[in-house]
């Protein structure tokens, strides 16, 4: 990377920059659709699209045809709206009294995740006359969504007004990642009840992991998030997607130090050679988890390497413990001429796997990728440059 320093250029500023490559994003979505066989596919663009921005990633989507999004609050929804005019919205966590002009303005459906919910918006809808709703049913993840029992109540319930009107009935699966949990075929079971006493009205179940259980799984309507982002959503296989996002933290110095010194708060790291070490501009403020850290946090008394990043193809570990603005890399096995002030490192991306760097960090990509700062500048690319 020589483009650092340079005038007029936004990433100048900025310590830590990402880049969406919404081509990539793209092509995930249309395996997803593939993977879904005979079911609509529609995507979860909740928590800002996974942290990538929901302007840009919501309006990739919707011109490559998407027309069904997953958002979990309304005003997620109504910034979606700007960018999928005619698309189907629904808003996962439901609806909250005082929110129903969000609703009605941008033409949101609510999934209605409680009892308190269901008489809430049957009220509303008296009032307002009817407007689309989804109606969550809970089938073993005991987190959102009516009981199976009540919900079929709900579905024979003869006297129940006409204004009421679900368009979707949804379940979300706990262990889909785990093909071979039993509780996998204890919700589809408990699911396809459910959405036989809701006839004529479509239903949908699976998520990302979900899509690869296969077609008993998938429904009307399914509804990837982390595999359009380039995460793995399926644990102990090969992940099939490509990588979406990268993040670049850039040199502010590269120093020389002695075998015996140590390095970062708690002098955490004792060196054992010679090194030269990097400091990047990017830490925990900017969503580089501390738990990356190579030593000195709990994580890493359990044996596991701290986080690795990605220069001048060399994977270069983490040295010492990471701080807010700074993260410190041993950057002594790499020529010295390619690390440079001004260059970048890779946190994560093509070469270190978003994957692999939230396992380093002891979570997940989701929280990874949801997790990442204010500071950083984006920028979005559109055709894959790469392979
Ligand atoms: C977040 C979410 C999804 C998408 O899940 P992924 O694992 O990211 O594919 C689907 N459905 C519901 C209800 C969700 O909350």
């Avoid at 919707?62 to 629904?90: M, N």
């Avoid at 008296?126 to 969504?145: E, I, K, S, Y």
């Avoid at 955490?268 to 990047?280: C, E, G, I, Y």
């Avoid at 701290?306 to 410190?328: C, N, Q, S, W, Y």
Wanted: glycine share 10%; proline share 4%; charged share 20%.
């Amino acid at each position: 990377m020589t483009d650092s320093f340079e005038d007029n250029d936004a990433f100048a500023f900025a310590g830590l920059r990402l880049t969406v490559d919404l081509g990539a994003l793209v092509q995930n979505w249309q395996d997803m659709a593939r993977r879904s066989g005979r079911a609509r596919t529609g995507a979860a663009v909740k928590a800002d699209a996974y942290g990538l921005g929901i302007e840009d990633v919501g309006e990739a989507l919707y011109l490559a045809g998407a027309r069904d999004f997953f958002v979990a609050t309304a005003d997620e929804g109504a910034t979606l709206r700007l960018y999928a005019p005619d698309a189907r919205i629904f808003v996962l966590c439901g609806i909250w009294p005082g929110t129903e002009r969000l609703f009605f303005e941008n033409d949101l459906v609510p999934v209605i995740a409680s009892e308190e919910q269901l008489t809430f918006w049957m009220s509303v809808v008296a009032d307002h006359g009817d407007h689309p709703c989804a109606l969550q049913v809970d089938t073993g993840f005991n987190r959102l969504g009516l009981r199976a029992e009540d919900a079929i109540a709900l579905a024979n319930d003869v006297s129940r007004p006409a204004s009421f009107a679900p368009v979707l009935v949804i379940s979300h699966l706990a262990c889909a990642d785990d093909p071979a949990n039993v509780m996998n075929k204890q919700q589809l079971e408990t699911f396809r009840t459910v959405s036989a006493a809701f006839e004529g009205i479509e239903a949908s179940l699976a998520n990302s992991a979900g899509i690869f259980l296969g077609s008993a799984y998938q429904f009307d309507l399914t509804r990837p998030g982390i595999a359009l982002y380039g995460g793995q959503a399926v644990n102990g296989t090969a992940n099939p997607m490509r990588p979406v996002a990268t993040a670049e933290a850039r040199i502010i110095q590269t120093r020389s130090v002695k075998a015996g010194e140590t390095v970062s708060y708690g002098g955490a790291l004792q060196l054992a050679r010679d090194s030269r070490l990097a400091v990047v501009s990017a830490g925990y403020a900017d969503g580089y988890m501390r738990s990356l850290s190579s030593g000195g946090v709990p994580l890493r008394q359990t044996g596991l390497p701290g986080g690795e990043g990605f220069i001048a193809g060399h994977k270069v570990p983490v040295a010492g413990r990471i701080t807010m603005d700074l993260t410190i890399f041993d950057v002594t096995d790499v020529p010295e001429k390619l690390v440079r002030a001004g260059d970048y490192i890779e946190l994560f991306g093509k070469n270190i796997l978003i994957d692999d760097a939230a396992r380093a960090a002891g979570t997940i990509s989701y929280e990874m990728l949801t997790g990442l700062g204010l500071r950083h500048e984006r920028r979005y690319i559109s055709d894959e440059t790469a392979e």
